[in-house]
């Protein structure tokens, strides 16, 4: 998988990026990362790449022109179309299935814009997914398109250490993930759920799966809609639910 970044901080970018588990998959070759600085391909003398808002407002907007030339060089390097995320508070809210969906792409071109967005020409133009990383508004789509980035990243075969470690984590079947224990047994007098110590597969898992339902009644219910469970976990979680006030 190849990210390329179109962004007017490239350093951040590659420092985000180059540590822990990308960095060490980058190593491997499992990731590459081409990060350009779209003020390369300013047309003035100055390298200026914003101008102020047709109609007046507050703020400055990326010209169209840079971002274009910029993407024209990123895509000439690809050789061929490939999907390109513009991440802005408008695009739709970035969840799992599409880090699933983006994962499954060999190359993938970010656009990260500044100040108050970009020139809505060019992005008519070069565009095909525009998205969000949350309800906010933040200063740039550096980090959420490192975000994007790392949420992807360990979709992609052989970038976690173990393979499995990316089956049944949280929104796996619109599920959260059930809670974690490690060493020691007991800490500060709290003690590991007994069945984990069992050695008794079958009832660790089933003891997981209804910790994950009842998790999920409780901290994000608005998952359940979507989520296949038993007519006995319906029953839990609306049991949940009710005791939460939510029903
Ligand atoms: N004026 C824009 C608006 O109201 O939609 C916001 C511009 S924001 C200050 C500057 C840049 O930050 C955006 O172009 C986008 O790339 C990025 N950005 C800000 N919030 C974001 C979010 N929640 N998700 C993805 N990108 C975001």
């Excluded at 081409?34 to 047709?54: C, G, L, Q, T």
């Excluded at 993930?177 to 709290?190: G, L």
């Amino acid at each position: 998988m190849k990210f390329h970044v179109m962004t007017l901080f490239p350093e951040m970018i590659e420092q985000g990026f180059h540590s822990s588990i990308t960095g060490r998959a980058m190593e491997k070759g499992l990731l590459q990362l081409d990060a350009v600085n779209i003020r390369d391909y300013a047309v003035n003398k100055h390298m200026r790449v914003d101008d102020y808002p047709y109609g007046g407002g507050a703020g400055m907007v990326m010209q169209a022109e840079p971002v274009y030339r910029c993407y024209e060089a990123v895509k000439e390097k690809i050789g061929r179309d490939v999907r390109v995320i513009y991440l802005t508070p408008q695009g739709r809210v970035f969840n799992q299935k599409m880090a699933e969906e983006f994962a499954a792409e060999e190359d993938l071109i970010f656009l990260c814009g500044h100040y108050e967005g970009i020139d809505e020409r060019v992005l008519e133009e070069i565009v095909t997914d525009p998205v969000s990383i949350g309800d906010y508004v933040l200063t740039g789509g550096e980090l959420p398109s490192l975000v994007m980035m790392d949420a992807i990243s360990r979709l992609v075969p052989g970038v976690l250490g173990n393979d499995m470690s990316a089956v049944g984590e949280s929104f796996a079947d619109s599920l959260l993930e059930y809670p974690q224990y490690s060493r020691p047994a007991v800490w500060r007098e709290k003690e590991v759920p007994e069945v984990l110590l069992s050695g008794h597969h079958a009832n660790v898992d089933a003891w997981r799966r209804e910790q994950s339902v009842i998790r999920t009644a409780k901290w994000r219910p608005d998952l359940l809609e979507t989520a296949q469970l038993t007519k006995k976990e319906r029953i839990l979680a609306e049991k949940i639910l009710a005791s939460e006030g939510e029903l």
